[in-house]
């Protein structure tokens, strides 16, 4: 019994290793919640999933397979040539046959090593692909989300899914899931040429086997877990970061520096201690796996050793200094697959964490979509009318209750009211921006969900209060990518908004940069440039949201002349708090609460008295004051 207590010790380490992970499995199986994250997605529904953006390159990964065979023929053979070797080393043996397994062992080393770096470079190829094929999904997929799904999603977090999550999922196709196949055949490999070489020194191998899956498999649930956990915090750094660098300037104007920072770093100290748990996780897998190959290695030398010294056999097979050595190297290709399995296990983990959070997004079903039989409109008149339309953002709290109302083409019409009075609503359901939730909005007598999407925006342009303009010059943002359209007709569209008066003074002109947001522009010529936007667009429904405050009086009678050539193209629809722009309105439709109290022409309504006649006198004699 005594001569086996090396073999009984290593035996009660490796038990009390297993109870212990058991244990701490179950721990967090009790603490565990499905709130803690998201959603939890089956690792066969990512995969197949994520296979779907593989398949179009099936061609190159059946190539890669193929290389990959190859360069296994190292594996295999390598460890039989070195036992070759040492059997020939302990007789006598001529030189030329000892050069020509050195040179065989050469020769296959050689190959692997290009079949290696063949692999690498296909695969990176296509994994590349892969990784522009998914954002450009993902990034598509978020543009067809309606306005009120995007206002509930922080930009941050859709940040994150495009960016750093793809470039996560990008290793799996690049590295880890064809060297993973890789392992799996490897280890099968050199299990069946070990049988084939010694059966008796193979099952020692062996016993070790149920322990390797057991921790591989509690390694992936802890290292799942750590990886949601670290994805979950990068998002809220991210959202944080994204939200407060925008507003930064209002940080700055309260002195909440201090205040901003510690916030920062509470979140900075998430992050790491998700970070410190993930690398703990792994730091645990892999010398433990070392633990088990050492074991087994011992176990070879102590079983094998014996039977060679006392030239007896081991379990009916005679064991020779040759045996011992292939195992020995044949050990080192079993395991070594298997730890490499935990660094793939990580990358693995959390490539399937940020597959889970983009799937997730993917999976959000746009909520205002064409209908079946919806139509293309190659031209708008400009009718519109509202039939006894209710609209919530929130259930049972209506922000417009009965709405009727008809717009003849060509007609100017402006409405205004308090603020929350439904007035921005009306010109953002117009769009179908969102869904009603009882009656009916008709462009040129077709209800709007009978229309495309695409087809009903197209002719419509809107100008709003806060001008976005994006990262670039001025001709890129006037034209936002259309095509077909020269410099002269974007001066041309510039000219007419009184855009170009601006312009021309700029050292580059139409090539002048433009810096994130358009901040190296004021506001009335952000707005000017929203303008002539509009125009080189040809829309044959122009919307202004308060177009026309916060600009300086100089600008505003630029934008007022604008206003009056820009109504001879076609509708025009004005939400203004300045009565003073929209005087000259065919109709004026007067909100309250969600409810239309009054409407008419300017003089109409001052005739009337009633809640427009307080409202512009209260203007008209606050102008006054301001002017004395």
């Known amino acids: 019994m005594g001569e086996y207590l090396p073999v009984l010790i290593l035996g009660a380490i490796i038990g009390m290793l297993t109870l212990a992970f058991g244990f701490a499995y179950l721990m967090m199986k009790y603490k565990s919640g499905k709130k803690e994250f998201e959603r939890n997605m089956a690792d066969g529904i990512i995969v197949r999933r994520l296979l779907d953006y593989a398949k179009p390159y099936a061609g190159k990964f059946v190539l890669v397979l193929v290389i990959m065979l190859i360069s296994i023929a190292y ?32 020769g296959i080393l050689v190959v692997s090593l290009v079949s290696t770096y063949l692999q690498t470079v296909i ?4 994994g590349q692909k892969i990784l522009s094929d998914l954002r450009e999904d993902v990034f598509t997929h978020i543009e067809s989300l309606s306005h009120e799904q995007l206002n509930n999603i922080p930009v941050g977090k859709l940040v994150t899914r495009v960016t750093n999550d793809t470039n996560g999922i990008c290793m799996l196709f690049t590295n880890v899931l064809v060297t993973m196949v890789k392992n799996c055949m490897v280890i099968i490999g050199v299990f ?11 099952l020692v191998v062996a016993c070790f086997i149920p322990f390797v899956v057991l921790f591989t498999v509690l390694f992936q649930k802890f290292s799942r877990r750590a990886h949601r956990a670290v994805t979950d915090s990068r998002t809220e750094l991210n959202t944080f970061l994204s939200e407060n660098l925008s507003g930064i300037k209002i940080t700055q104007i309260f002195n909440r520096e201090r205040e901003k920072m510690q916030d920062f770093l509470d979140r900075s100290t998430h992050l790491r201690k998700a970070k410190s748990q993930r690398m703990l996780v792994y730091g645990f897998f892999r010398p433990i796996v070392y633990l088990l190959h050492i074991g087994c290695v011992m176990c070879l030398f102590y079983f094998g050793s014996r039977g060679y010294l006392a030239e007896t056999e081991f379990l009916g097979q005679t064991i ?3 045996t011992i050595v292939t195992f020995y190297l044949f050990s080192s290709k079993f395991f070594d697959p298997i730890q490499t399995l935990s660094e793939h296990f990580d990358v693995l983990q959390s490539a399937f964490a940020s597959a889970e959070k983009i799937f997730t997004v993917m999976d959000m079903v746009p909520e205002v979509v064409d209908e079946p039989d919806a139509v293309e409109m190659d031209e708008i008149r400009g009718e519109i009318e509202f039939k006894d339309v209710w609209f919530s953002y929130v259930p049972d709290e209506w922000v417009l209750q009965g709405v009727s109302f008809h717009i003849m083409p060509k007609q100017t019409v402006a409405f205004v009211g308090s603020t929350g009075s439904g007035k921005t609503t009306i010109l953002s359901l117009i769009c179908r921006n969102y869904d009603i939730q009882k009656g009916q909005i008709l462009i040129d007598g077709i209800d709007i969900k009978k229309i495309k999407i695409s087809s009903l925006r197209h002719h419509f342009g809107q100008m709003l209060q806060d001008v976005f303009l994006f990262s670039g010059d001025i001709r ?12 002269e007709e974007v001066m041309e569209a510039c000219r007419y908004v009184n855009a170009d008066s601006f312009i021309n003074r700029l050292e580059k002109g139409l090539d002048e940069p433009v810096r994130e947001r358009g901040n190296n522009f004021s506001a009335g010529q952000r707005q000017l440039l929203s303008f002539a936007r ?9 919307i202004l949201d308060e177009a026309t405050a916060n600009i300086d009086t100089e600008t505003e009678l630029l934008i007022q002349d604008s206003l009056e050539k820009m109504k001879n193209i076609g509708t025009m629809l004005i939400v203004a708090h300045r009565l003073s722009t929209i005087q000259h309105a065919d109709n004026i439709i007067l909100l309250s ?31 006054q004051l301001q002017n004395s």
């Open 476 to 487: 890129g943002n006037i034209l936002l990518r259309k095509e077909g359209v020269s410099d």
């Open 123 to 126: 695969l990176q190829k296509v």
């Open 192 to 202: 069946a040429a070990m049988l084939t070489v010694n059966f008796a020194m193979t």
């Open 320 to 322: 020779s200094s040759g």
């Open 534 to 542: 509009t125009i080189v667009h040809k829309p044959s429904v122009m």
């Open 75 to 106: 594996d295999l053979l390598s460890p039989v040539l070195v036992g070759q070797i040492e059997e020939l080393v302990k007789t006598k043996f001529e030189l030329p046959e000892l050069f020509y397994r050195v040179a065989l062992y050469a």
């Open 593 to 623: 609460k969600g409810k239309i109290v009054e409407q008419g022409n300017h003089q109409e309504l001052l005739r009337l008295k009633g809640k427009y006649y307080n409202l512009y006198t209260l203007q008209y004699h606050k102008q």
